[in-house]
């Protein structure tokens, strides 16, 4: 994490959510566009279930920002200097296409605060909530990010029929064989938005939703 965030200082690249203690963790991503003035924030879900191998910031350590009321209510003084609040929300479970009933809880409570929250964890495109001056879009897929479905290895350690199947860690292509690994055809669809911004009002304008395919057979 060290040496990639001294990458991304050095190369000039903007990021938020990580970074050597929590206090600089929690400090958002700053764009100016038209003088008005957007800040994005990271937040990583982190419990004992899920996440647990997210090493969470402290103050004198490296880590990522994990989402709890203290580095919240901090993220909401910050954001007071701000024209346009965006919170990035690595949130949810892998694989699902419908948000958990406690992540639609968490983004609606924080949506008076966060007139754009983004997610993502989940892999696959979920719904894409809009309300008057608020959006809410839980997970837009994986975009770029290549994912693979793997085949459990008990299933392949049980069924010889499997003994001959390839495995492929290169990016996803057409194979002759039977392989190990594949990408599963829902995880190739992402959602970009097109937001569009009052500069006046510095209220949501517009919304435009794409959805896109990578092809397997093109890439």
């Known amino acids: 994490m060290k040496e990639t965030i001294e990458i991304l200082k050095k190369n000039n690249i903007l990021y938020s959510g990580a970074d050597s203690n929590i206090y600089e ?7 100016n566009y038209n003088n008005v003035e957007f800040a ?4 990583c879900e982190h419990n004992d279930l899920f996440l647990k191998m997210i ?26 200097s701000y024209d346009i609040n965006i919170l990035l929300l690595h949130l949810g479970r892998e694989n699902l ?23 993502n964890h989940s892999h696959v495109p979920m719904r894409v909530d ?62 970009i938005l097109e937001i569009n911004i009052d500069e006046k009002s510095k209220k949501i304008e517009e919304v435009k939703k794409n959805y896109i395919c990578f092809d397997q057979e093109e890439r």
């Not at 994005?40 to 937040?43: K, T, V």
């Open 97 to 119: 296409i419908y948000p958990a009933p406690y992540q639609k809880k968490f983004f609606n409570d924080y949506s008076s605060f966060f007139p754009i929250i983004l997610g």
């Open 25 to 31: 963790a929690l400090k958002p991503a700053i764009f």
């Open 40 to 43: 994005f924030y990271s937040l």
């Open 130 to 191: 809009e309300e008057k001056n608020k959006l809410i879009a839980y997970s837009h897929g994986n975009f770029i990010f290549d994912e693979f479905f793997y085949i459990k290895p008990s299933i392949i350690l049980n069924n010889k029929k499997f003994k001959d199947y390839q495995i492929t860690y290169d990016l996803p292509s057409p194979v002759k064989k039977p392989t190990l690994k594949k990408w599963d055809k829902i995880k190739r669809i992402s959602i």
């Open 55 to 80: 090493v969470p910031a402290t103050e004198n350590h490296y880590g990522v920002a994990t989402i709890n009321d203290n580095n919240l209510e901090k993220i909401k003084t910050i954001s007071k």
